[in-house]
């Protein structure tokens, strides 16, 4: 099967994040800039006392919070033991999808006061802004030292890639393109679970008959609209043409890109009334009590289902690709890079060894509901639900998330957050396509 995730490596620097940060006008905080000598990607890194003095390594996160944090808790808790010697500071901002950790990011790279590592999609996300900014070291050394050349794919390698270096380090693969629901709502109903828009609406209908909201939707942070309405994009117009929208061979103005929006303005008469008021757990804690019987949300909401609401797969809750979605898998995957000046530099590349390596993706990725990076992980500590996404991440077409940084530059996921969010409200398709064209013109060179 043909697997590709587009990643164009031209250089765009990120507007988007920059402006939100204040660009240029960002305080200057007092830089540590130790370490200015960095390697070029195939030296090994150079070894010496910490330019800070003390055993310390900060991780820069939005991992905070029901759903988010017991991952990343364990992944501390197993390189604390490997390191009692070297100090964690857990710099998470809360806010999903890094709604303000990002902010917050670009404003301390701005001012020379880069965390020691921090949490970045692989593709456009890190190769557009800090890779193209040269803000980021080659981590080709650790590659080598670690042999993971030979247990990442070369697709997720090439991800996180410009000229030969690669620039980050991926602890998880997440699928965005999945529909959970309520078993027990749809069994008591006699429902079967839709796996086409047709069915979706033929059961919505029955559903909201008996006052059971269809579709839960938390899009009090704006980009939980677009991660709805690009797995329905996938759904109507295929993933080749969804890939051909970010490498220009297929026009923001298709025909599907239409039919997508007016699929998903009919969706939106179908869910909550107070979404606006809701953040994506909030939305997802409605499928697990009951009050909703479905929602589209990437795995993390598997890993808040089963880790923090203690729910059982294929009991309280089941999933399915997304509508018309079958054999494909919208990728998103967090990463973790080395910025050059850090204070920290050799805890945080040890930091680096224990999240890359096996035991340190097999304790992360059972809590956070996603699946390892690394193709050798020990699939007996994985739930029914994983084992199902690692067979379908092995042989599905794959499709980058726009949602979620990997599918194009932040400039234009930033702008068809706002074209999406406006979309809600108004459900005007033809100022909606208009104004995709004209970011696509603006973004996507
Ligand atoms: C995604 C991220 C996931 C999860 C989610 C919700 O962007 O890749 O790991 O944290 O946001 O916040």
């Not at 050394?141 to 247990?151: A, N």
């Not at 269809?214 to 080749?240: M, N, R, Y």
């Not at 795995?299 to 979605?325: E, I, R």
Request: net charge negative.
């Amino acid at each position: 099967m043909k697997r590709t995730v587009k990643v164009s490596l031209v250089a765009t620097l990120c507007a988007a994040l920059l402006l939100a940060a204040g660009c240029g006008g960002a305080p200057s905080q007092p830089a540590n800039q130790g370490g200015s000598n960095q390697p070029s990607g195939s030296q090994s890194p150079v070894s010496g006392s910490e330019a800070g003095g003390e055993k310390q390594v900060e991780i820069f996160s939005w991992w905070t919070g029901a759903g988010e944090a017991a991952g990343l808790e364990g992944l501390i808790k197993l390189f604390t033991e490997k390191h009692p010697d070297i100090e964690v500071i857990n710099a998470a901002v809360a806010g999903g999808a890094g709604t303000n950790a990002k902010a917050v990011l670009a404003s301390r790279m701005s001012g020379g006061n880069p965390p020691d590592t921090f949490q970045v999609h692989a593709g456009h996300e890190l190769l557009d802004t800090w890779v193209a900014a040269d803000k980021m070291e080659p981590l080709n050394f650790l590659y080598e030292s670690e042999g993971w050349y030979d247990v990442f794919p070369k697709q997720l390698v090439e991800m996180m890639s410009k000229d030969g270096n690669v620039y980050s380090v991926a602890v998880n693969i997440h699928r965005g393109n999945v529909m959970f629901y309520n078993k027990k709502v749809f069994d008591e109903n006699n429902l079967t679970p839709p796996t086409t828009f047709d069915e979706f609406f033929t059961v919505a209908e029955a559903l909201k008959a008996k006052g059971i909201t269809p579709l839960a939707l938390g899009d009090k942070e704006p980009w939980t609209a677009l991660h709805l309405f690009e797995s329905v994009l996938l759904g109507v117009i295929g993933p080749e043409k969804y890939n051909g929208l970010f490498d220009g061979s297929v026009s923001w103005d298709d025909p599907g890109v239409r039919e997508a929006l007016e699929t998903f303005k009919r969706m939106l008469q179908y869910v909550n009334d107070d979404h606006a008021a809701r953040n994506w757990q909030d939305a997802s804690q409605l499928v697990a009590q009951g009050k909703a019987a479905m929602n589209v949300m990437g795995d993390w909401a598997k890993g808040y289902f089963t880790t923090d609401l203690n729910l059982k797969g294929n009991v309280d809750f089941g999933w399915a690709p997304s509508w018309n979605t079958e054999g494909t898998f919208m990728v998103i995957s967090d990463t973790f890079g080395l910025p050059k000046g850090i204070q920290h530099r050799e805890a945080t590349i040890e930091f680096l060894k224990v999240l890359g390596s096996r035991e340190g993706q097999d304790v992360f990725n059972p809590l956070k509901g996603s699946i390892p990076a690394r193709t050798d992980a020990d699939v007996s500590k994985y739930d029914d639900y994983s084992k199902e996404a690692m067979q379908d991440w092995s042989t599905n077409e794959l499709t980058p998330s726009i949602a979620h940084g990997s599918a194009a530059s932040p400039g234009f996921s930033e702008k068809i957050t706002q074209v999406i969010t406006v979309f809600v409200t108004t459900g005007n398709v033809d100022q909606a396509v208009a104004d995709l064209v004209a970011a696509a013109g603006a973004e996507l060179k």
